[in-house]
Nanobody, 116 residues
């Protein structure tokens, strides 16, 4: 089993920054990649960014140049640095883990609210 715990959400003004953290525990050796998704009220959950075990990253087009995903293997933690935030970025942000076997694992989510 893998458990994910997110932190770092909050309220920020447009143009500001936040850093989200996601700490993984349990069978972390089974994790191939970790990522972030977000879900705004009444909308589907959308992909934001992903980082593989080897450090390769990819991003949704709407966050490229503004968001950066990194990982600290010693702490089993993935970060999402979010800069130049705008109200359209308001959503619940979910950490995810894709494993060698089994379904995707989700964290509990952390709220990010960007005021105009």
């Amino acid at each position: 089993q893998v458990q994910l715990v997110e932190s770092g959400g909050g309220l920020v003004q447009a143009g500001g920054s936040l850093r989200l953290s996601c700490a993984a525990s349990g069978s972390i050796f089974s994790i191939n990649s970790m990522g972030w998704y977000r879900q705004a009220p009444g909308k589907q959950r959308d992909f934001v960014a992903r980082i593989t075990r080897g450090g390769s990253t990819n991003y949704a087009d709407y966050v490229k140049g503004r968001f950066t995903i990194t990982r600290d293997n010693a702490k089993n933690t993935v970060y999402l640095q979010m800069n130049s935030l705008n109200p359209a970025d308001t959503a619940v942000y979910y950490c995810s883990a894709d494993r060698t076997v089994g379904p995707r694992v989700w964290g509990q989510g952390t709220q990010v609210t960007v005021s105009s």
